[in-house]
T-cell receptor, first 111, second 115 residues
Framework: DQQVKQNSPSLSVQEGRISILNCDYTNSMFDYFLWYKKYPAEGPTFLIS?????DKNEDGRFTVFLNKSAKHLSLHIVPSQPGDSAVYFC??????????FGTGTRLKVLA | GAGVSQSPSNKVTEKGKDVELRCDPISGHTALYWYRQSLGQGLEFLIYFQGNSAPDKSGLPSDRFSAERTGGSVSTLTIQRTQQEDSAVYLCASSLTSLRFNEQFFGPGTRLTVL
């Protein structure tokens, strides 16, 4: 049972445009969500998080939106840069250290 | 400072052999986690250590998998009698505490291939 789903395995965006990465979850007990970014041959690195009491969290070029009724979150990157090309994982947790990760979306930002 | 390190970076083994994967967490981090990423899958939680508490082994897929953490620092994940389905990237992470708001810092992973 895939509790966190990232249905788009890949996404290509032109430099300077907006990248939107989507994530759906099924576990209504999730109350904290995270996005991690992974470059090849490196471990994932934390990018941004959001608590379920919020519907938006912004950090520089990165904004995460949470729609609890739809059990959907999205990561917006504006403007996209070639260095943003990586695999992005979303994860959810229900009050514990156990993060449940999605399968990732590979973002390619074209110069 | 130094991040999480893992060794080896790559391991190729024959079916039925035992393998040991090592993780050196960030100094001072009390929580340590093992995950694996199989082809086309997300990161799958395997096991968690917090200080001297009993580990949470709920994610280990079979009794062929075990892990230990010596002295609250270095951890070793052991897979006995490896099978082809064990082929994956095994990732270790550590965090300052086990609070979910504490960022988990990941190592680069060990790519295990079982022939």
């Amino acid at each position: 049972d895939q509790q966190v789903k990232q249905n788009s395995p890949s996404l290509s965006v032109q430099e300077g445009r907006i990248s939107i990465l989507n994530c759906d979850y099924t576990n209504s007990m999730f109350d904290y969500f995270l996005w991690y970014k992974k470059y090849p041959a490196e471990g994932p690195t934390f990018l941004i998080s959001i608590s379920s009491i919020k519907d938006k969290n912004e950090d520089g070029r990165f904004t995460v939106f949470l729609n609890k009724s739809a059990k959907h979150l999205s990561l917006h990157i504006v403007p996209s840069q070639p260095g943003d090309s990586a695999v992005y994982f979303c994860a959810g947790t229900s009050g514990t250290y156990k993060y449940i990760f999605g399968t990732g979306t590979r973002l390619k930002v074209l110069a | 400072g130094a991040g999480v390190s893992q060794s080896p970076s790559n391991k190729v083994t024959e079916k039925g052999k035992d393998v040991e994967l090592r993780c050196d967490p960030i100094s001072g981090h009390t929580a340590l986690y093992w995950y694996r990423q199989s082809l086309g899958q997300g990161l799958e939680f395997l096991i968690y250590f917090q200080g001297n508490s009993a580990p949470d082994k709920s994610g280990l897929p079979s009794d062929r998998f075990s892990a230990e953490r010596t002295g609250g620092s270095v951890s070793t994940l052991t897979i006995q009698r490896t099978q082809q389905e064990d082929s994956a990237v095994y990732l270790c992470a550590s965090s300052l505490t086990s609070l979910r708001f504490n960022e988990q810092f990941f190592g680069p992973g060990t790519r295990l291939t079982v022939l």
